[in-house]
């Protein structure tokens, strides 16, 4: 049981970090049980558990006569605990039900477990400290300051709950996805814990409930807490069919390129150039749920692919979706699929080729400007637009034939050369991301000149690449 060994993890780190030497059945009562179950509303919602379950006629006798409800059903659990039965998800968090029809149940053996009560308390301790994220799933992390952190924030979701009235309890997994990000956040401040903690509520009925966090965005908090490391995460979920993914790496010295390349601020609207790359990154949405990220064998990079980024490349289906930035939003996503393009490739000269490419396609599409509005114009445009394709010898197909448009003039034919060169050297797995960039930078140089006004008919490739230059020497990618 994974949810035993977290447990007795916390309990090592609690002695370690207070000097108090606690029991694990000593941590429990005294420390999950008067924050998780003493109250009407609960942090968590265990099935089965005495805790979930209704007083019975005699019970309800005795809160008649004074009793707590709440102590009546601990002293249930420590029976269940101390008794002897063969453990069940009832009260040991993470095994199978008991019998074999239900969901959650297991397969059938004659050789039953043994488990300690010890073992039993702890798997409560380390059920307590799962991550949610979005898919339904959990992680628990095997990290000091990640359990800490998840421990103090117990006592911080029973006073955020007791201030919503209106507020539904049980969900401790959710908490711990929103308080792990904000407590790794640049903006925590121990002294006034929940400054800042923004969370969106939803309102159903008049019941407000946490959505669960994203899980790119606990990622992200992880990477802002470990830059350069790499952790383990064992992903499973809780439900009314258990579920085991298993342990999975978080490759999260991958993930810290986006995070570090953010700081480039140049790729989002000026608008919201100030929030800062933490505000940014809370808008970042990604292609893949959990669940599929995590038959990727690792949550890396790769994983992280923002959303909607292969709609901008050809396929069978049909053409590449015109990328489109007239909206705050729109543009937002354009900078952050460049941000994720830019760490993939990790290589500045394939970013500065592509770069120099998008300006010599640029300068293509705009010369003899007013030689070519209406039809001519659109064919000139379809023309730049039908190099990018996905494959490498209909791209150099296609440059080709832009060059014997232009008389191979030494200003273009250097540019076509380089990309050629890049092409033909780099991985092919590379090239469509490449394409993307490149499409991408030239998207960004029509919307430049738009901006701008219309460009002077005797602009030339030199001062474009004189711009571009001078680009790359405000960008300084690493």
């Known amino acids: 049981m994974y949810t035993s060994h977290i447990g007795r993890r916390l309990l090592g780190l609690y002695h370690q970090r207070t000097g108090e030497e606690l029991s694990a059945r000593q ?60 453990p069940d998800a009832s009260f040991v968090i993470g095994f199978p039900a008991a019998g074999v029809e239900g969901t959650t149940s297991g397969q059938v053996s004659g050789v039953g477990p043994q488990v300690g009560t010890n073992e039993i308390y702890c798997s409560w301790i380390g059920g307590a400290l799962g991550v949610g994220v979005s898919g339904g799933l959990s992680l628990l992390l095997d990290e000091d300051d990640v359990l800490w952190a998840l421990y103090e924030g117990w006592a911080h979701y029973r006073t955020y709950l007791n201030q919503r009235p209106t507020m539904k309890g049980n969900q401790i997994e959710t908490w711990n996805g929103h308080w792990l990000a904000h407590a790794f956040s640049p903006e925590f401040d121990p002294g006034y814990p929940l400054d800042d903690l923004k969370i969106d509520l939803t309102d159903t009925a008049g019941t407000l409930s946490m959505p669960t966090r994203e899980w790119v965005q606990v990622l992200f908090a992880l990477t802002r807490h470990y830059p350069a490391r790499d952790l383990m995460a064992y992903v ?44 940014l990154l809370r808008l970042y949405s990604v292609q893949y749920g959990f669940a599929r990220a995590c038959q990727l064998g690792a949550i890396g990079l790769a994983a992280i692919e923002p959303a909607k980024l292969r709609d901008y490349l050809p396929s069978a289906y049909g ?79 296609k440059l080709s034939d832009m060059l014997d448009a232009v008389h191979a003039a030494p200003l273009y034919r250097d540019a076509f050369d380089e990309a050629v060169r890049q092409v033909m050297l780099m991985p092919v797995d590379n090239f469509p991301l490449f394409i993307i960039l490149t499409r991408f930078r030239y998207i960004a140089r029509q919307n430049e000149g738009a901006a701008a006004g219309t460009e002077e008919e005797s602009s030339t490739l030199e001062t474009s690449k004189a711009h571009l230059a001078a680009e790359q020497t405000q960008l300084h990618l690493q």
């Open 319 to 397: 053409p590449a979706k015109p990328p489109s930035v007239k909206t705050e939003a729109a543009a937002i996503q354009f900078a952050f699929h460049q941000l994720w393009i830019l760490a993939m490739l990790n290589n500045q000269e394939l970013y500065d080729t592509a770069d120099r490419l998008a300006g010599a396609l640029h300068q293509f599409a705009i010369r003899d400007i007013n030689k070519n509005t209406g039809r001519g114009k659109t064919n000139v445009n379809q023309q730049v637009e039908q190099v990018f394709v996905k494959h490498r010898p209909l791209f150099i197909e």
């Open 27 to 86: 941590f429990f009562e005294q420390r999950l049980y008067p924050l998780f179950y003493a109250h009407k509303r609960y942090l968590q919602w265990v099935p089965s558990s005495p805790f979930a379950q209704d007083l019975n006629k005699e019970e309800k006798a005795q809160v008649a006569a004074g009793h707590n409800p709440y102590e009546i059903k601990l002293g249930k659990l420590h029976e269940k605990i101390n008794g002897g039965v063969s």
């Open 236 to 279: 499973y979920s809780l439900a009314q069919t258990n579920r085991t993914i298993g342990f999975v790496p978080l490759q999260l010295r991958g993930i810290n390129k986006v995070y570090d390349l953010t700081d480039k601020l140049f790729l989002f609207p000026a608008a919201v150039q100030s929030a800062g790359k933490d505000d």
